[in-house]
């Protein structure tokens, strides 16, 4: 018996069933972990902990996104952060968010939203007030 299934084929010779083209599913099945932190979890953290979660999420493979996001100083350290711990396995990040809302007496500003992904992976190819398109690719 022979049939197609997903790209690859399953053969069933004498009562055993064996996938051919598996290495080449198993590429196409790649998992990505997704870190949601909400706002509550996010204000309840000091920025320099807020900076090192999401470096350990990032460097871990994950995206992570923060609801609520990063102030622009929290973006800029965790840029310096990121670019001081680049190495082989860890080539930096990529970060995006929606557009600032005004703070307080407009002193601090605010992401609404902030996605932050391990810049070998994922790539953000649109921006709008309200979305963020991004590709997430193999490694």
Sequence with gaps: MKRSEEGGERREEGGEEREEGGEEREKRNMNIKMDLISEDK??????????????????????????????????????????????????????????????????????????VGPAKTMHTIKKGKDWISAVISEI
């Design 42 to 115: 996010v204000n309840s953290m000091g920025s320099m902990e807020k900076i090192r979660f999401v470096l350990d999420g990032v460097k871990s493979g994950n995206i992570v996104v923060l609801e609520g996001g990063l102030t622009s100083e929290e973006q800029m350290k965790l840029i310096e952060l990121a670019m001081l711990e680049v190495d082989e396995d860890f080539t930096g990040i990529e970060m995006s968010g929606y557009p600032s809302k005004k703070g307080f007496f407009n002193l601090r500003k605010k992401t609404r939203l902030t996605v």
